[in-house]
């Protein structure tokens, strides 16, 4: 059977002399692999649409064990990702996370929305950092924690001041703060974006400006939660961590964009946030 099947190339590896088996990530079937013969010669219809990040239709035959692509049609090549560094950290780690926590060869639309919309918005020059951030937040339920964010976890009262607590599983409001002595005090706008990074879709947010030390705050919680609680570390996170101690190549990449003075800048609708 022929089908003809919209995706994302989450990987690739070698096979044999000339063939790719090729992962893919597609919105009707979700992942799944196939293979892509003769693609590593450069001259294949095939080698162009079997890079990693490319977004397109593919015609995939289907039989017994893994399916052959036949052939494929680029919707975008994502060439920014493919030529800048940083993008390509940040958009490798955001494939890594959704390739590791998704199961292959189930239907699921969340997870390609999310991956589709984080590599659409690094491709178009969105904040990659905060990008991956989002996509952190998003796919953490996949890893069986689903941390409560929108009231306290102990008294689920909504109004008050507000700190996370990595042993009470969310939020927890200043009557509860003597259950965790632990707990990271949150300000107002903390709150507000780490409920938005966990609960707007990465294509309403519209433009957001993050200072730096904003997104490392929020991002070192959910990495916490990742390492800590799920046991979980990966492999492009550390090629993201040597890219920051190179501080000549990573902050050129940063210095090109605007960063606000206080803590955060969101455009979206207040009752999404």
Known sequence: MLNKWEGI???TRPYGETNKVVTLMTREVGKIAAMARGAK?????LAAISQPFVHGTFMIQQGRGMGTLQQGEPLESMRHIQEDIVATAYA??????????VESDRPDPYAFDVLSQALHAIE?????EAIATFVEW???PYTGVQPILHACASCGAVEGEFAFSFTQGGFL?????HQDPYLIR???TQLKLIRMFYNVPIDQIGKLTLKKETKGFIRKIVTTIYEEQTGMRFKSRSFIEQLERTPLLFNAH???QTHENEEGKIQANDDEV
Request: net charge positive; proline share 8%.
């Open 9 to 11: 190339v989450l990987k």
């Open 41 to 45: 010669k450069p001259s294949s219809r």
């Open 92 to 101: 490798s780690y955001v494939v890594e996370i959704v390739d590791r926590l």
């Open 124 to 128: 178009e020059g969105y904040d990659p």
């Open 138 to 140: 998003k796919m953490l």
């Open 173 to 177: 409001c200043h009557r509860c703060f």
């Open 186 to 188: 949150l300000t107002p």
């Open 254 to 256: 940063f210095n090109s």
